[in-house]
């Protein structure tokens, strides 16, 4: 991982600034072993005093991601040295489940952008079109699963249910968990914590449009909440929903500060 420093590890040694951008134990170790870290273009160690504008290349003590390129090129809405967030299309899953699958949205980014390492830090839904925010290498993956681990990472998620619904702003803080012998998540008390938060609702000429955010990130979250509220999203033969040739819910926008520099970053898909 090559970054520059920014005026926030201004007088930190490169050990501390690692600390604070939450590099795990193990990978911390790994860096006071090496002899590899270049500072300014000199082999430098760890404890390393860190000046604004110095530039840092770490080692990578991760294998290239095991991913074959797709013969597609995926749709990039932003990148950088350690990051991207790519626009996943209905239907297609955002990494593969079996061995020798090649059409995923991973699969397409591997063939678009020049990094041997990339690994998506959430997930969508096959059915839902949207963004992912993906690491372009394994420092910058660690730091941003500690981001979503702490809800720092915004996922704004808009989906169309029937007019007349009577759906309002709310918090909605209901366990789901797996029907047995089905691909169906229903509330139960048995289930893992799952909260979503409907911000607002618009009504459009032929739905209600929902502006909802995600605090936690279950398998089909929205949608099974939507249905325990018996509203359940346009074109979701999994769960009922008005009839249409898609399921109409969108990972419609990512936003999160830079780990490294702190920059607002904010991502909205053109739905």
Same mark, same amino acid.
Do not use: C
């Given at each position: +991982?090559?970054?520059?420093?920014?005026?926030?590890?201004?007088?930190?040694?490169?050990?501390?600034?690692?600390? /604070?951008?939450? %590099?795990?134990?193990?990978? +911390?170790?790994?860096?006071?072993?090496?002899?590899?870290?270049?500072?300014?273009?000199?082999?430098?160690?760890?404890?390393?005093? *860190?000046?604004?504008?110095?530039?840092?290349?770490?080692?990578?003590?991760? =294998? /290239?991601?095991?991913?074959?390129?797709?013969?597609?090129?995926?749709?990039?809405?932003?990148?950088?040295?350690?990051?991207?967030?790519?626009?996943?299309?209905?239907?297609?899953?955002?990494?593969?489940?079996?061995?020798?699958?090649?059409?995923?949205?991973?699969?397409?980014? %591997?063939?678009?952008?020049?990094?041997?390492?990339? =690994?998506?830090?959430?997930? *969508?839904?096959?059915?839902?079109?949207?963004?992912?925010?993906?690491?372009?290498?394994?420092? +910058?993956?660690? +730091?941003?699963?500690?981001?979503?681990? =702490?809800?720092?990472?915004?996922?704004?998620?808009?989906?169309?249910?029937?007019?007349?619904?009577?759906?309002?702003?709310? !918090?909605?803080?209901?366990?789901?968990? !797996?029907?047995?012998?089905?691909?169906?998540?229903?509330?139960?008390?048995?289930?893992?914590?799952?909260?979503?938060?409907?911000?607002?609702?618009?009504?459009?000429?032929?739905?209600?449009?929902?502006?909802?955010?995600? =605090?936690?990130?279950?398998?089909?979250?929205?949608?099974?909440?939507?249905?325990?509220?018996? /509203?359940?999203?346009?074109?979701?033969?999994?769960?009922?929903?008005?009839?249409?040739?898609?399921?109409?819910?969108?990972?419609?926008?990512?936003?999160?500060?830079?780990?490294?520099?702190?920059?607002? %970053?904010?991502?909205? *898909?053109?739905?």
């Amino acid at each position: +991982m090559k970054f520059t420093v920014p005026e926030k590890f201004n007088g930190f040694t490169l050990e501390e600034a690692l600390i /604070a951008l939450h %590099i795990p134990k193990k990978e +911390m170790h790994w860096l006071r072993m090496s002899k590899d870290i270049v500072i300014n273009g000199e082999v430098q160690p760890v404890k390393t005093e *860190l000046k604004t504008g110095d530039t840092v290349t770490l080692p990578d003590f991760s =294998e /290239a991601s095991s991913y074959k390129k797709s013969s597609k090129q995926a749709v990039i809405l932003f990148e950088d040295e350690n990051l991207l967030v790519a626009s996943k299309p209905p239907g297609q899953k955002v990494h593969p489940n079996e061995p020798g699958e090649h059409n995923t949205l991973v699969n397409d980014v %591997i063939n678009t952008v020049a990094s041997e390492y990339i =690994e998506p830090v959430h997930r *969508l839904d096959v059915d839902t079109t949207g963004l992912v925010l993906m690491s372009k290498n394994a420092y +910058m993956k660690k +730091m941003l699963d500690y981001m979503l681990s =702490e809800n720092k990472i915004k996922r704004i998620y808009m989906g169309h249910v029937k007019k007349n619904s009577k759906i309002t702003a709310q !918090k909605i803080n209901a366990p789901l968990g !797996k029907k047995p012998h089905t691909n169906i998540f229903h509330v139960t008390r048995t289930g893992k914590d799952a909260v979503t938060h409907i911000i607002s609702k618009k009504v459009t000429d032929k739905y209600e449009e929902l502006t909802i955010e995600l =605090e936690t990130g279950r398998t089909h979250q929205i949608r099974a909440h939507m249905k325990h509220l018996n /509203a359940p999203l346009v074109g979701d033969k999994l769960y009922g929903g008005p009839p249409s040739p898609y399921l109409h819910l969108y990972g419609y926008k990512v936003s999160f500060n830079h780990p490294i520099t702190d920059e607002e %970053i904010s991502v909205t *898909l053109d739905v």
